[in-house]
């Protein structure tokens, strides 16, 4: 596979379970996000990691919390979340961290609802 | 504050020309970026911007000024498949963190 794969793409959860978003990319890339989509609203940047190290945490509720177990995978771990916690979970990578020509490539996103 | 302006929705002819703009006050900038975004689909890079002009790639062009803070997407030709949303994004800095726009619907009728 090429590119940033998401799994799952739908997850639909009660507010009290807990559960995982995966995220994998086979570009060689150093550095990875999460972002989250909402309706109408721009992308909200949620966390960032560069070589493994997280070097962003965007003032997210501890709901949720991430994991770089190495340069090719990126989770997101959700437990007791809320129904406003709906949304398009978008996770993306790039070469570096820095520098101005930062392309991001994302994946397709995995859409969560909470019940 | 960061901010970028789009608007919402936008309506246009298949084989019609249209621009969408997008207005930015952020406290730097190091490049401005266009993604287009198929329902459903990842978004996909289109364009990068970080000096003054017309950057042209085929039926898509990206424009910038600094000064005024403002870029446009401009897509010529437009085909059914271009129907997706545009989302705007700038670099304030130097960390790759991008600040998105709330994005533009684009609707391409017959």
């Known amino acids: 596979e090429t590119g940033v794969t998401q799994t799952p793409r739908h997850l639909v959860m009660g507010m009290t379970n807990k559960k995982s978003l995966k995220c994998e990319q086979h570009l060689g890339h150093n550095a990875m996000y999460w972002y989250k989509q909402s309706a109408k609203k721009p992308l909200e940047l949620m966390f960032v990691?560069?070589?493994?190290?997280?070097?962003e945490n965007n003032s997210v509720p501890s709901r949720f919390s991430p994991e770089c177990p190495n340069s090719s995978h990126l989770f997101l771990h959700l437990h007791t979340l809320q129904p406003e916690d709906s949304a398009l979970y978008l996770c993306?990578?790039?070469?570096?961290?820095?520098?101005?020509?930062?392309?991001?490539?994302f994946g397709a996103g995995s859409r969560l609802t909470v019940l | 504050g960061q901010n970028i302006d789009q608007p919402t929705e936008m309506t246009a002819t298949e084989g019609a020309i249209v621009q969408i703009n997008c207005t930015y006050q952020?406290?730097?900038?190091?490049?401005l970026f266009w993604y287009q975004q198929h329902a459903g689909e990842a978004p996909t890079f289109l364009s990068y911007?970080?000096?003054?002009g017309l950057e042209e790639k085929g039926r898509f062009s990206s424009f910038l000024s600094r000064s005024k803070g403002y870029s446009y997407l401009l897509l010529k030709e437009l085909q059914m498949k271009d129907s997706a949303s545009y989302l705007c994004?700038?670099?304030?800095?130097?960390?790759?963190?991008?600040?998105f726009g709330q994005g533009t619907t684009l609707q391409v009728k017959p």
């Open positions: 952020t406290s730097g900038f190091n490049g």
């Open positions: 911007n970080v000096l003054d």
């Open positions: 993306a990578s790039s070469q570096d961290l820095g520098g101005g020509a930062n392309v991001l490539t």
């Open positions: 990691y560069s070589l493994e190290e997280r070097v």
């Open positions: 994004a700038v670099n304030p800095g130097n960390t790759g963190k991008l600040i």
